[in-house]
């Protein structure tokens, strides 16, 4: 007998990392928004490189760290909440706060369709959504490589697709940003794969700048 593809959390990772699994992430643009507004990202290029310094530098490396560790302790409910008030606590700004724990407690709310423990989580403590992702991902028999592309994609996806809005970029350029960061995500999880909250760290201050900055821009169709 074959194992399925992916092991056997490969069908219900599809519908976790869809984009019509309700996270609401549509509504959130990390910061993008004022980063198009500035000029800063303009064409695909440009937004490849900004996505491209997110995973290797910055926020999105580090929410792949606490999505690993997470993995690692995804049956241990006192580890988890503390993961998740310091992944809380290393939120740049208070758009990031808010855009990674509202996504996490929607993500933890949906998944308790599988997973009906996730109810229980949700309302013991406030739990960002990577560290959601890893534990929804190990409890439901998802591979920590697999978790980690999943948890990535999903991310850059969403960025991908508010900049498609917003520059406006075309669809086919859109397809065409996520095919070059095709190349770069695995890498991401295997870098995730052998970190430690010691390697928690960010080096893109244009974009941290950026989500703060999106707080007072005058004229925003995004909520981060």
């Given at each position: 007998?074959?194992?399925?593809?992916?092991?056997?959390?490969?069908?219900?990772?599809?519908?976790?990392?869809?984009?019509?699994?309700?996270?609401?992430?549509?509504?959130?643009?990390?910061?993008?928004?004022?980063?198009?507004?500035?000029?800063?990202?303009?064409?695909?290029?440009?937004?490849?490189?900004?996505?491209e310094?997110?995973?290797?530098?910055?926020?999105?490396?580090?929410?792949?760290?606490?999505?690993?560790?997470?993995?690692?302790?995804?049956?241990?409910?006192?580890?988890?909440?503390?993961?998740?008030?310091?992944?809380?606590?290393?939120?740049?700004?208070?758009?990031?706060?808010?855009?990674?724990?509202?996504?996490?407690?929607?993500?933890?709310?949906?998944?308790?369709?599988?997973?009906?423990?996730?109810?229980?989580?949700?309302?013991?403590?406030?739990?960002?959504?990577?560290?959601?992702?890893?534990?929804?991902?190990?409890?439901?028999?998802?591979?920590?490589?697999?978790?980690?592309?999943?948890?990535g994609?999903?991310?850059?996806?969403?960025?991908?697709?508010?900049?498609?809005?917003?520059?406006?970029?075309?669809?086919?350029?859109?397809?065409r940003?996520?095919?070059?960061?095709?190349?770069?995500?695995?890498?991401?999880?295997?870098?995730?794969?052998?970190?430690?909250?010691?390697?928690?760290?960010?080096?893109?201050?244009?974009?941290?700048?950026?989500?703060?900055?999106?707080?007072?821009?005058?004229t925003?169709?995004?909520?981060?």
């Amino acid at each position: 007998m074959h194992t399925a593809i992916g092991g056997h959390g490969f069908l219900p990772l599809l519908s976790w990392v869809s984009p019509a699994f309700p996270t609401g992430n549509y509504a959130y643009s990390h910061g993008l928004e004022w980063a198009v507004e500035q000029g800063h990202i303009h064409d695909v290029a440009s937004l490849c490189r900004w996505l491209e310094a997110l995973i290797e530098h910055g926020s999105l490396k580090n929410d792949l760290i606490f999505l690993n560790t997470a993995w690692e302790c995804a049956y241990e409910d006192e580890a988890l909440a503390d993961l998740a008030a310091y992944a809380l606590a290393c939120a740049s700004s208070r758009e990031r706060y808010e855009e990674s724990l509202w996504q996490g407690e929607a993500f933890l709310r949906a998944a308790s369709v599988w997973q009906p423990d996730c109810t229980a989580l949700r309302k013991a403590f406030a739990c960002p959504l990577p560290v959601a992702q890893g534990l929804v991902f190990r409890r439901g028999k998802v591979e920590r490589l697999a978790a980690l592309q999943a948890g990535g994609y999903g991310a850059v996806a969403a960025l991908v697709a508010a900049v498609v809005k917003l520059v406006p970029l075309g669809q086919t350029d859109g397809l065409r940003a996520l095919q070059h960061m095709e190349a770069i995500l695995p890498q991401a999880a295997q870098r995730a794969a052998h970190s430690t909250l010691d390697d928690v760290s960010s080096l893109c201050f244009a974009a941290d700048l950026a989500a703060m900055q999106h707080e007072t821009q005058r004229t925003r169709l995004f909520r981060t």
